[in-house]
């Protein structure tokens, strides 16, 4: 932990974090406790953000969601070391090979001197029974070279095999750490990082670029008359209307809890809430129905902010900004977006964190 601000500030942050814990009834384990100590000590901006958001909307901090909390901002160490040792037997086998390589090109110059010698004394041959033993010996040298070739293609082929298997491990485990569980769309690692990517090509280019902001009205009530199964089905519909959204470089992820972001390169304001009218529209058009029962479940809708990157500015501020706008999208009735030109000055000026 960082103890840069001094014991006090350790302790107190340490406090906070427990008689936070307590209040929201969240079980006091080190994982949990890492979360929240981090989140007093405003180790990591990003954590109290999301943390922010879910408190706003008065979400339940269930052993799930306190999980995926910590998974996201606190990577499985576990999956790092699969990481390690699936890299090392990658090595490994790369180092035989070479091995391999370099007895065969060891056999190959055994070889090549025994043609050699074999050849002098064909020069030498004066009768017909020399010749004979000599065309014997380049028989027996040639065999044993075509064996050990034999040999070293097995050996070669063996190692293809796992290096093959361990790249499509590695491939699997890169899919994953990039993947939200639940969605299957990206997760908010793969978001911070296209962000941090898009605006420094903005910046850099001139060309615009814009974010959508989105989260679920009334996601609460579904989890609480319908339970949790029926909420984590809500998320996976957004978020396979979200991948039916976007195309080329744009980036949909999931953000935190409810709320989704989608990074718009190359994308001016006006364009960008012609992309987020038609997300909230194809959600709007859908209704969720129990298919045990037939029961229907009740429409669904979202909130949508929108924000576009201003040259120089920190990509956590955009991020800021159109939050501001969804919040506002939800005050003024939710099932709406709200483009930064479209705040208040009120809602503008707590954009600026003024």
């Not at 491939?171 to 690692?189: F, P, V, W, Y």
């Not at 040259?311 to 005050?331: I, Q, S, T």
């Amino acid at each position: 932990m960082d103890q840069d601000g001094g014991v006090d500030k350790v302790a107190s942050s340490a406090l906070a974090a427990m008689d936070q814990m307590s209040r929201l009834s969240v079980a006091p384990t080190p994982e949990n406790f890492t979360v929240w100590y981090h989140y007093f000590a405003g180790t990591y901006p990003d954590l109290r953000h999301t943390l922010d958001i879910l408190l706003r909307n008065k979400q339940s901090f269930t052993g799930q969601r306190n999980a995926e909390i910590h998974a996201k901002f606190f990577p499985n160490q576990a999956e790092q070391g699969e990481v390690i040792e699936a890299s090392q037997e990658l090595g490994a086998q790369i180092d035989r090979v070479l091995d391999y390589l370099k007895d065969a090109g060891g056999s190959a110059s055994d070889y090549g001197r025994t043609l050699a010698l074999i050849s002098s004394r064909i020069e030498e041959t004066t009768g017909s029974e020399d010749l004979k033993k000599t065309v014997s010996g380049i028989l027996v040298a040639t065999r044993q070279m075509e064996a050990r070739n034999e040999t070293l293609e097995q050996q070669l082929s063996a190692s293809s095999q796992e290096v093959d298997k361990l790249r499509g491990d590695l491939e699997a485990m890169r899919h994953e750490a990039q993947t939200d569980a639940l969605t299957g769309i990206a997760n908010r690692k793969v978001f911070d990082a296209a962000l941090q990517t898009a605006t420094a090509e903005a910046a850099e280019t001139g060309d615009e670029m814009s974010l959508l902001m989105i989260d679920i009205d009334h996601f609460k009530k579904f989890n609480d008359t319908y339970g949790h199964q029926v909420g984590d089905q809500v998320l996976k519909v957004l978020a396979q209307v979200l991948v039916g959204s976007v195309k080329g470089q744009d980036t949909a992820a999931r953000y935190g809890g409810e709320e989704f972001g989608i990074i718009l390169p190359a994308t001016p304001l006006r364009a960008a809430k012609i992309v987020g009218d038609t997300i909230r529209r194809k959600v709007a058009g859908k209704t969720l129905i129990n298919r045990k029962t037939g029961e229907k479940l009740g429409k669904l809708s979202v909130s949508i902010g929108v924000g576009r990157f201003e040259p120089g500015e920190a990509p956590g501020n955009l991020v800021a900004r159109a939050d501001a706008c969804l919040y506002a999208a939800k005050r003024r009735g939710r099932d709406r977006l709200v483009a930064q030109n479209e705040l208040t000055v009120e809602e503008a000026l707590a954009a600026d964190g003024s």
